[in-house]
Nanobody
Framework: QVQLVESGGGLVQAGGSLRLSCAAS????????MGWYRQAPGKQRELVAI???????NYRDSVKGRFTLSRDNAKNTMYLQMNSLKPEDTAVYYC????????????WGQGTQVTVSS
């Protein structure tokens, strides 16, 4: 089992910055990759960025150059630094971990609201 606890959402004006954190606990060694998804009202959940156990990152095109994913292995914590925020970034952001226990399981955090005002 893997538990994920997010923090760092909030309200910010367009052009501002926020940093999201996701602290993982439990069977950390079984995690293959972690990432952030977001879901805006009336829209499907979409992938924002992922980081593999090897440290490779990948971003959706709309956030490239603005968002940076990183992790602190000592703290078992993943971060999403979001700069130059736009109103269209407004959504609930969810931390995700994919872990293998014989088969692949997906774990989710509780979600944190990010609101960008114009």
């Amino acid at each position: 089992q893997v538990q994920l606890v997010e923090s760092g959402g909030g309200l910010v004006q367009a052009g501002g910055s926020l940093r999201l954190s996701c602290a993982a606990s439990g069977s950390i060694g079984n995690i293959n990759r972690m990432g952030w998804y977001r879901q805006a009202p009336g829209k499907q959940r979409e992938l924002v960025a992922i980081i593999t156990s090897g440290g490779s990152t990948n971003y959706r095109d709309s956030v490239k150059g603005r968002f940076t994913l990183s992790r602190d292995n000592a703290k078992n914590t993943m971060y999403l630094q979001m700069n130059s925020l736009k109103p269209e970034d407004t959504a609930v952001y969810y931390c995700n971990a994919a872990a293998t226990f014989g088969i692949l399981y997906m774990y989710w955090g509780q979600g944190t609201q990010v609101t960008v005002s114009s």
